[in-house]
Nanobody
Framework: QVQLVESGGGLVQAGGSLRLSCAAS????????MGWFRQTPGKERECVVA????????YYEDSVKGRFFISRDNAKNTVYLQMSSLKPEDTAVYYC??????????????????WGQGTQVTVSS
């Protein structure tokens, strides 16, 4: 089991910044991949950023490239999503996700076994 606790969402004006945090606990030594997903009402959950815990390329969704950056503190088993130049279309509930399985794809929500509770990000115009 892996537990994920998110924090850092809120309301920000367009052009502003927010940093989301995701603290992982439990079987963190067995993690294969983590990611941040977002979802708006009536739409499917989409992958924003994802990476393999042991290294390799990081996936960024096209609309967030150059604006969102992921970082991690291995000692704290915490992943951060720094979001800058926020746009109203970034408004969504953001979820941290983790998985132990080694499926090749990084962006499919169904491949992730563990999810945080979600944090609301609202960007006003």
């Amino acid at each position: 089991q892996v537990q994920l606790v998110e924090s850092g969402g809120g309301l920000v004006q367009a052009g502003g910044s927010l940093r989301l945090s995701c603290a992982a606990s439990g079987r963190t030594s067995s993690l294969y991949a983590m990611g941040w997903f977002r979802q708006t009402p009536g739409k499917e959950r989409e992958c924003v950023v994802a990476f393999r815990w042991t290294g390799g390329n990081t996936y960024y969704e096209d609309s967030v490239k150059g604006r969102f950056f992921i970082s991690r503190d291995n000692a704290k088993n915490t992943v951060y999503l720094q979001m800058s130049s926020l746009k109203p279309e970034d408004t969504a509930v953001y979820y941290c996700a983790a998985r132990l399985n080694s499926a090749l794809a990084l962006t499919r929500p169904g491949d992730y076994e563990y999810w945080g509770q979600g944090t609301q990000v609202t960007v006003s115009s």
